[in-house]
């Protein structure tokens, strides 16, 4: 079966600076892979997601990239805001299963 | 549109008792997944239903079951309760399935003393 690894599991960065969490995936069946952001008490949310067929993608701050020879993916967040501080799940899927990574807990410090 | 609902919210339970939690999908959407979350081992993946058929199903034991109803809603049944069953149990529903946006519901936080 797959396995999602995600890396870092906490992550601290300063109001305005850029946080990059890394996922790698071990089924090269897999062909979806979305970003969730889950804050604490709340359901987790999508904040964006790639597909196996593209190689990044873009909404506003929010960034993915995808190398699917190398079987990872990163999400990037620039200009930070206190409001990004929340839990960020990675996850992949080929159809059959949907596998979350361990989740990154970022802070930001105002 | 209403967002996916889930009940009952929180659950006590003991030990060897079973449990059955709702979730109700977003209108027309036809997929329902079920997962589990825990401090220890995250977000699982436990099944998956699309047009009242179990289409997918994780690594967890037969203790834990569901079904989907022709409107679309669906429950989720643990059996013989023990204590590593305490959890926050996610559904979500999307229009066909894994490869589209997964709207997840509030949860149900369940302990089993």
């Known amino acids: 079966g797959e396995n999602v690894e995600q890396h870092p599991s906490t992550l601290s960065v300063q109001e305005g600076d850029s946080a990059v969490i890394k996922c790698t995936y071990s089924?090269?069946?897999?062909?979806?892979f979305p970003w969730y952001k889950q804050e604490l008490g709340k359901r987790p949310q999508l904040i964006i997601d790639?597909?196996?067929?593209?190689g990044e993608k873009k909404d506003q701050r929010i960034a993915v990239t995808l190398n699917k020879t190398a079987k990872h993916f990163s999400l990037h967040i620039t200009e930070t805001q206190p409001e990004d501080s929340a839990v960020y799940f990675c996850?992949?899927?080929?159809?059959?299963?949907?596998?979350f990574g361990t989740g990154t807990s970022l802070t930001v410090i105002p | 549109k209403a967002g996916v609902t889930q009940t009952p919210r929180y659950l006590i339970k003991t030990r060897g008792q079973q449990v059955t939690l709702s979730c109700s999908p977003i209108?027309?959407?036809?997929?329902v997944s079920w997962y589990q979350q825990t401090p220890g081992q995250g977000l699982q993946f436990l099944f998956e239903?699309?047009?009242?058929?179990?289409?997918n199903k994780g690594n967890f034991p037969g203790r834990f079951s569901g079904r989907q109803f022709s409107n679309s809603r669906s429950e989720m049944n643990v059996s013989t309760l023990e204590l590593g069953d305490s959890a926050l149990y996610l559904c979500?529903?999307?229009?066909?399935?894994?490869?589209?946006?997964?709207?997840f519901g509030p949860g149900t936080r369940l302990l089993v003393l």
């Open positions: 239903y699309f047009s009242e058929t179990q289409r």
């Open positions: 790639i597909r196996s067929n593209v």
């Open positions: 209108s027309g959407h036809r997929s």
């Open positions: 979500a529903s999307s229009l066909t399935g894994f490869e589209e946006t997964q709207y």
């Open positions: 089924d090269s069946a897999s062909n979806y």
């Open positions: 996850a992949a899927s080929g159809g059959n299963q949907f596998y």
